[in-house]
């Protein structure tokens, strides 16, 4: 009788038919080289009595010389039961699931058997398994001769294991070892949900967070039977009450219960709610109804301000950005609040194609998170950085400036054609100009016509503008090359389009500079940052009550980092001129920000339009993000912050 590991190993000696060491298999399996020594013995007997061979050698290892007889005894007497080696991290999903679902503890020892690995192996897996819990807000608890179980919230126990089962639930097949899901209870909930959702044409939701429903309330079957029943505070249950999808909730809440003769709490109806407020798909077409919850929409009005001030490139203007973000964070809030993970399958991509604008998002975050009283995970943070990426590129591509293109080839005529039809279908914002032979350039050539860049399929010599050598064909890699001069380039054209507008230095003089002011609360700093806007015209009173009223409905969203608040409101409220005022605290003060609190730093901003004062802000986050820059102004004087708004001015 062959275990599931022999099982195993005769399978990937079927697939690799060459030799294979008794080490890789220790290694690859995660036992000890004594445990494949004795699962190869059994195997030898196995092979031998079904004409088959297991052939040795002290260097290279064994190897299995079979038939396809043997193939089809193998595959007729285990084929259904074969599996194949789990990695280290699908044995850490494994676990998780084995933890989730038993009520009591797990030992090691029933681990190691599960997964046929060492004690040691499970160890060393279940580090990682503690890793991730406590990155969920879960504990993995040891019970003295029990073993391990998972310790938390019930919300976040349930949330966390619908996070592991939907990355291990494919193609509608319920996978092994999960006791609590068969085939017949995922149907059931599955026709709950129609039979609910078909009497609402116009209500969508995407599959991956209707799988997320399908998962809670399976879970929440589970639970129930066993008593582990979840809260929710009555004020929320309230809010979410007034939700047209608490009805839909109900609904499905009632089929279920029908279907498995159960009785869920109210709380559950909350929960439900809460799937189907951040499962909803939402589209363009929503935007303007969002756009009637101010708050949301105010804030993200600050928040793409910010981020324009901070990349340096005006994204005020962009509707499609803003409807986006509308309809993104509208649903997301909701997962955000409640912590019911989203996970991002472009997240990876996302990081890799706009590592700039990921920095970007997450020094500027703070704003909607303390608006919404939320903090926003990686996944969330990808999909924001992927709006603002591409309204960055919307930005460029109309604006996009024309490369003036000479092709050089040996000829000047047969390849230059070839090269000039590739260059052309694969950049339309290259324009070639002309071609050459080598040997037919004039240096003046270049400057009379305004030539950008040479691209060329043979050496030559230097010329007044960059040269790329390329092959006639435009290779992949000819293609990386023309790809990393043109991103340069693309950087080149946002950095010289910067220094659009007024400096910092110009908008902020010295008599808009306040240095040690005394202020007993926040609303007294606000006011002594806008008082010298007051008296050098910059702004009309009004102003300074706009921001105080803006302060109490949204609570503390000016204040942008460690000790700074940057006070503002819309330029209808009073603004006069572009300015700013520049007011240091003697003691610092308390803003309510859970974060960055106190606030030694106000700094107030007034625009006349969304952009006029994006290149001075840009100067300004060139200090407030310089850790040295910044202490110099916690331990300087007024004349120290002038001579860094000289310096950072001339950038």
């Known amino acids: 009788m062959l275990s599931s590991r022999q099982r195993r190993i005769i399978s990937h000696m079927l697939q690799n038919k060459g030799f294979t060491s008794i080490r890789e298999f220790s290694n690859l399996f995660h036992v000890s080289e004594r445990s494949i020594q004795y699962d190869l013995e059994n195997i030898e007997y196995y092979a031998k009595n079904h004409g088959a061979q297991v052939k040795r050698d002290k260097r290279s290892g064994v190897q299995l010389i079979s038939s396809s007889a043997f193939e089809q005894q193998v595959a007729g007497d285990h084929g259904n039961e074969m599996t194949i080696y789990l990695s280290p991290e699908e044995r850490k999903e494994k676990i998780l699931i084995t933890l ?10 029933q681990l190691a058997s599960l997964l046929f690995v060492s004690r040691r192996t499970i160890v060393e897996d279940l580090k990682e398994v503690h890793i991730w819990l406590s990155e969920h807000d879960l504990e993995l608890d040891y019970m003295q001769n029990k073993g391990f179980h998972i310790k938390g919230e019930e919300q976040r126990y349930r949330e966390s ?32 949900i129609d039979s609910v959702l078909e009497k609402e044409p116009h209500y969508s939701i995407v599959q991956t967070a209707r799988d997320g429903l399908v998962f809670h309330i399976a879970i929440t079957v589970h639970r ?29 809440q009632q089929e279920v219960e029908e279907q498995f003769s159960l009785k869920f709490p109210e709380s559950e109806t909350g929960y439900i709610t809460l799937h189907l407020l951040g499962a909803k798909q939402a589209d363009l077409e929503m935007a303007d109804e969002f756009k009637k919850e101010e708050s949301l929409t105010d804030s993200l009005e600050v928040f793409i301000r910010h981020m324009s001030g901070y990349m340096g490139i005006d994204l005020t203007t962009d ?10 964070l509208k649903p997301a809030l909701y997962r955000l609040r409640f912590h019911m993970r989203n996970e991002n399958p472009l997240k990876q991509e996302i990081q890799e194609r706009y590592p700039n604008t990921i920095a970007a998002v997450n020094s500027n975050l703070s704003l909607m998170e303390n608006a919404f009283n939320v903090t926003f995970n990686d996944d969330e943070t990808a999909y924001i950085a992927m709006h603002i990426g591409s309204a960055i590129e919307r930005k460029l591509e109309k604006t996009r400036y024309e490369f003036r293109v000479l092709l050089v080839c040996a000829s000047g005529v047969g390849t230059s054609q070839l090269l000039k039809s590739k260059i052309e279908n694969y ?21 009379a016509n305004r030539i950008d860049l040479i691209i060329t399929t043979i050496p030559t010599p230097e010329f007044p503008v960059p040269v790329i050598k390329v092959s006639p064909f435009l290779t992949k890699g000819d293609r990386e090359k023309l790809n990393g001069f043109l991103n340069a380039e693309r950087e080149n054209a946002i950095e010289s389009g910067l220094s659009n507008g007024p400096a910092l230095n110009e908008l902020l003089p010295e008599s808009c500079i306040r240095w040690n002011e005394q202020a007993a609360n926040w609303e007294e700093a606000v006011r002594k940052s806008v008082e010298p806007l007051v008296m050098n015209g910059i702004v009309t009173q009004e102003y300074e009550q706009a921001i105080i009223e803006q302060f109490k409905i949204n609570g503390p969203y000016m204040v942008i980092d460690h000790g700074v608040a940057l006070p503002h409101a819309k330029p209808s409220h009073g603004v006069k001129h572009p300015g700013f005022s520049f007011v240091k ?67």
């Open 427 to 447: 950049y339309p914002e290259l324009k070639v100009y002309d071609s050459f032979s080598v040997y037919d350039i004039d240096p003046n050539y270049f400057t």
């Open 161 to 192: 294991y619908v996070e592991v089962l939907i990355k291990h639930y494919q193609g509608g097949v319920v996978p092994s070892g999960i006791q609590i899901l068969t085939s017949s209870e995922i149907a059931l909930i599955n026709r709950s």
């Open 585 to 651: 605290l003697r003691h610092p003060v308390y803003f309510g920000h859970s974060q960055y609190d106190p606030v030694k730093f106000v700094i107030c901003l007034a625009t006349v339009d969304p952009h006029i004062h994006l290149n001075a802000l840009r100067q300004l986050t060139m200090i407030l993000q310089d850790h040295e820059k910044m202490e110099q102004l916690r331990e300087g004087n007024k004349h120290g912050l002038m001579e860094l708004l000289k310096d950072v001015s001339r950038f």
């Open 100 to 109: 989730f679902e038993s009520l009591k503890p797990v030992s090691s020892g």
């Open 319 to 328: 509707s499609t950005l803003l409807n986006g973000l509308l309809v993104h």
């Open 224 to 252: 129930v039977r066993n008593e582990c029943n979840i809260t929710m505070p009555e004020e929320e249950l309230q809010k979410l009450a007034k939700e047209k999808e608490f009805a839909i909730a109900e609904r499905i």
